[in-house]
């Protein structure tokens, strides 16, 4: 029988979470054929091992994706070159330091999109856990809707309520855009090129984990780092571009929030110039109050010495006025 559903496990220097992440695909149970492709980014703290030692115990069904040498943008090409692979109709996503909670998990949502061919991908509920303590909890509510299009994924903020580990795909995209290959953030880019093409279902069954620990993929979003924010920037004004300009006023408030930041990150932050042109294009692209106006301008875009001086001179103005 032909594979219906392929399962990609992207992992990097994952040696203390590999095992439970594929032991957890091995687990599903279904009525049609998987394989488990994981694609190793060329770890070096022996999580090339352990996907050796699975495809032994298991030829045919775990294949190892060892590339010779780190591929970059964050997983992101990874991704792509396990993905193209992948011979299943579907594709079920899961980063190597996750894992999933429901044997049943891949049947489910294979059942979903097979009775519902007008959607593109699914999504579920999983649990978030925390390396620092934080308590775990849900990371969907009770009123999270069925179905979501494009429209439910564009915001004025970031927008995220989907775990990777959650999502399973309709492998319908033969060949990514060269601006997604750009990108360091893979599963905004991704959601949005699949929902072009379909609405989103969502089940609100619990199956599976997403860990926030400190060699995740979420802990490289780096805020006062201003090339983190320029690839950001750059992926939204594509998103945009993709979207023929549909969203165009939501994603200028959306990238001025990264002009913000890059105010103060450490490139920046103690430069008067071009940091003043930064600050320029924010209160351009921005929806400000009055008051955030005054003081982006006193604090970017007027010279430190002229408000020192303007400052000086305001005093002096007020302790002369007040003689008189």
């Given amino acids: 029988m032909k594979v219906k559903v392929s399962v990609l496990i992207i992992t990097y220097n994952q040696q203390q979470f590999i095992r439970k992440a594929i032991d957890s695909a091995l687990a599903q149970q279904t009525s049609f054929p998987i394989e488990i492709l994981v694609g190793d980014d060329f770890s070096s703290d022996g999580t090339r091992d352990i996907i050796q030692e699975y495809e032994r115990k298991h030829p045919g069904l775990v294949k190892g994706v060892l590339h010779p040498r780190n591929m970059g943008k964050n997983g992101g090409i990874n991704f792509l070159e396990t993905l193209k692979l992948a011979t299943g109709d579907y594709y079920a996503l899961m980063d190597g330091d996750d894992y999933w909670t429901n044997e049943h998990k891949l049947q489910k949502q294979a059942d979903f999109l097979d009775t519902h061919p007008d959607y593109s991908m699914t999504f579920h509920n999983a649990v978030i856990t925390y390396e ?17 299009t494009v429209d439910d994924l564009i915001g004025e903020e970031e927008i995220w309520f989907m775990a990777t580990s959650s999502t399973m795909y309709r492998n319908s995209i033969r060949e990514y855009p060269a601006w997604f290959m750009e990108s360091v953030s893979g599963d905004i880019p991704r959601l949005i ?24 993929t979420s802990f490289t979003d780096k805020y006062d780092d201003a090339n983190f924010l320029r690839n950001r920037i750059a992926m939204y004004e594509a998103i945009g571009r993709e979207l023929n300009g549909k969203y165009d006023d939501k994603l200028k408030r959306n990238i001025a929030r990264y002009y913000r930041w890059m105010l103060d990150s450490h490139q920046y932050r103690d430069h008067y110039y071009p940091r003043n042109l930064l600050a320029a294009k924010y209160l351009r692209l921005a929806k400000t109050t009055d008051e955030e106006r005054k003081l982006i301008i006193q604090k970017y875009i007027v010279p430190a010495p002229v408000m020192r001086l303007y400052s000086t001179f305001a005093i002096w103005l007020g302790q002369f006025l007040r003689a008189s």
């Fill in 132 to 148: 620092d303590g934080t308590p775990s909890h849900l990371l969907n509510g009770p009123e999270t809707k069925p179905f979501f």
């Fill in 193 to 216: 090129l699949k929902a072009k093409q379909g609405k989103i279902g969502y089940l609100p069954d619990v199956m599976s984990v997403y860990r926030k620990n400190q060699g995740g």
